[in-house]
């Protein structure tokens, strides 16, 4: 997807008027646009119905370096302007997505809590204007897609940052340099994408919670005015100049933004999931820990119950539990060697260990012997070592 990133307005400030379109006139755009391709024939990035065009102040007209003078900030400080070519089904395309940035910007500028959203980029203006077939065949081979002799023009603040996708993947080149790269494309919805998520999530990478605390604030106030992005992912998202240790979010891109939520099944992401998977990013070391001891101890506890529940997994806990009244070693040693043929009957034949281990302190230090050295039985197979070490953590030995 497009890497708009780039685009973000100056410092958040009180509800405003929005520029009118008229702000620039179609042939400053149509003269701008000319002046780009005539000296770079090249494009800053594009996606699969979009190219972005990067344009400096002194590429562009005085009558709008003027006005885009009074817009630089710290957010801005080229006062440049991108140039978005949407491609073009029908004639209001490029409107459609102008209307819904600027709605959804003043929604953020709107919020009590406007500073800790993210950003959404200021819109300046759309615009449709012809173009030649040599200019269409070159905005199409560059990935636009444009059909008809029109083309649809937004005009919007750039930023320097990236993507969350790209910062992602060079935080995964940090640590995994020296492996395949598991994301080698720009589509998100490839099994390579989720592949990154999963290989971040198992390293020591923590993704600041003021990144997702942006995007999730900012979706609540969208969602509250009925706003739905629709194609909300990690490239969608952008990180002002890739910082991590002060990052300011900006979501882009609402091209197909709607005023009802999507119906399931159709083509459309639903703004919370990127949410979603961002979140395990967010956990630190410890705390992916705890979490898994929990998982861990749910899992036992479950067992026990069903040992009470169950009377044919209350026969076979009271069938173990009289190998250690009895102090009969070989018939528990012949209770466990059964059980090893089903998944669910070593379960059981665990769970009953842990209740008699919770049961009877006496037989405790018996348990735990029998526990560690079939932990060191390598002749048992590497599913049944790792639930004897999840229940070894649950009654901490």
């Not at 100049?241 to 999507?262: G, N």
């Not at 861990?296 to 173990?320: F, T």
């Amino acid at each position: 997807m497009i890497n708009e990133g780039s685009f973000a307005d100056a410092e958040i400030k009180p509800p405003e008027q929005e520029p009118s379109p008229e702000v620039f006139s179609e042939q400053e755009v149509i003269s701008a646009l000319d002046h780009f391709l005539a000296t770079h024939r090249s494009i800053d990035n594009a996606g699969k119905n979009a190219v972005i065009l990067k344009l400096f102040n002194n590429e562009l007209s005085p009558e709008v370096r003027k006005v885009m003078a009074a817009e630089e900030s710290e957010d801005n400080p080229e006062g440049s302007v991108s140039i978005k070519a949407l491609k073009i089904y029908n004639p209001g395309d490029a409107e459609k997505e102008y209307d819904a940035l600027v709605e959804a910007r003043r929604i953020v500028q709107e919020s009590e809590d406007t500073d800790s959203l993210a950003r959404i980029p200021r819109a300046y203006g759309h615009y449709e204007i012809p173009v030649g077939a040599a200019l269409k065949e070159f905005l199409n081979n560059s990935g636009a897609q444009l059909t008809g002799e029109k083309a649809g023009l937004i005009v919007m603040d750039y930023i320097e940052g990236e993507d969350l996708a790209a910062v992602l993947h060079r935080e995964y080149l940090k640590r995994f340099s020296s492996e395949e790269d598991p994301y080698p494309s720009e589509d998100v919805s490839t099994p390579s994408f989720e592949r990154l998520f999963q290989t971040l999530e198992r390293s020591d990478f923590v993704l600041p919670r003021e990144v997702v605390a942006q995007i999730e604030r900012t979706v609540e106030a969208l969602h509250a005015n009925r706003l739905y992005h629709n194609d909300l992912h990690a490239r969608n998202i952008i990180l002002r100049k890739a910082d991590l240790e002060k990052p300011q979010a900006f979501i882009i891109d609402f091209a197909t933004a709607t005023h009802d939520r999507p119906a399931d099944g159709k083509d459309a992401l639903a703004d919370g999931n990127i949410i979603n998977r961002l979140i395990p990013l967010a956990k630190t070391s410890e705390e992916k820990l705890h979490e898994e001891r929990m998982r861990h101890e749910d899992e036992w506890n479950r067992r026990l119950a069903i040992i009470e529940d169950n009377p044919k997994s209350r026969q076979k806990y009271l069938d173990i539990k009289e190998c250690f009244t009895g102090g009969d070693d070989r018939r528990l040693e012949s209770q466990f060697i059964g059980s090893l043929t089903f998944d669910q009957d070593f379960k059981t034949f665990m769970g009953a260990l842990l209740k008699i281990y919770r049961e009877d302190p006496v037989q405790q230090d018996r348990i735990a012997r029998f526990v560690v050295g079939q932990e060191g039985n390598r002749a048992n197979r590497p599913f049944i070592i790792k639930k004897i070490r999840e229940w070894k953590e649950v009654v901490g030995i």
